[in-house]
């Protein structure tokens, strides 16, 4: 079992930036690979930015050069950094991690709303 932690969230305006957080806890030396998700009302949950345990990362087109995914091992936390915001960045964030072993298993954090205002 692994359990996250989303910070971070807030109301932006365009051009600024926000560092969401995410702590994780429980069965971290199994994890994968970790990643953020987002789903904005109305539209289906879409990947934002995912790392490997190897370091390995990788970005959907819509953020690239905007946003940073890294991680803190000796904290056990996950972040993006979020700059140049873009109001149809609006969403709720979602930390997610995957263990691979045996089966696939999915773990999610409770979410993290960011707003962007025009």
């Known amino acids: 079992q692994v359990q996250l932690v989303e910070s971070g969230g807030g109301l932006v305006q365009a051009g600024g930036s926000l560092r969401l957080s995410c702590a994780a806890s429980?069965?971290?030396?199994?994890?994968?690979?970790m990643g953020w998700f987002r789903q904005a009302p109305g539209k289906q949950r879409e990947l934002v930015a995912s790392?490997?345990?190897?370091?390995?990362?990788n970005y959907a087109d819509s953020v690239k050069g905007r946003f940073t995914i890294s991680r803190d091992n000796a904290k056990n936390t996950l972040y993006l950094q979020m700059n140049s915001l873009k109001p149809e960045d609006t969403a709720v964030y979602y930390c997610?991690?995957?263990?691979?072993?045996?089966?696939?298993?999915?773990?999610w954090g409770q979410g993290t709303q960011v707003t962007v205002s025009s």
């Open positions: 997610n991690a995957i263990i691979v072993a045996g089966a696939l298993f999915d773990y």
């Open positions: 429980g069965n971290i030396f199994s994890i994968n690979s």
């Open positions: 790392i490997t345990s190897g370091g390995s990362t």
